[in-house]
């Protein structure tokens, strides 16, 4: 489900959450608010690491995902499906991500 972004507010079914950098797309997914924010907002040449995870119940950070070993051009872009939680990678990869832990469970290369 689709999160709402107001005055710096991440607004969901059951409350809401500061964002931390601007964002690029959030989803509620089981009692989990995935946030995607701006891969721009982060240090260059480094993975941005930049799809975190919130407690739907508590607002508290669960888990910022791990990147892909790609360097500098490691951040994630766009969500492409919600479960599985499937997400686009700038160094065109499809990450597949456990939505309980941040790990990447599985990629394809999609260039």
């Not at 969901?12 to 964002?19: K, L, M, W």
């Amino acid at each position: 489900m689709q999160v709402c972004v107001e005055s710096g507010q991440l607004i969901y079914s059951r409350g809401s959450i500061p964002a931390l950098f601007p964002v690029l797309d959030a989803r509620e997914i089981g009692d989990a608010v995935v946030v995607l924010y701006d891969y721009m907002a982060f240090p260059r040449n480094e993975p941005s690491r930049n799809l975190f995870a919130y407690s739907s119940q508590t607002g508290k950070e669960l888990w910022r995902a791990e990147d892909i070993g790609a360097g500098a051009i490691d951040g994630y872009t766009s969500f492409i499906t919600e479960v599985p939680l499937v997400v686009a990678n700038f160094a065109c990869f499809n990450c597949q991500i456990d939505i309980q832990t941040g790990k990447v469970v599985g990629k394809a290369f999609t260039k």
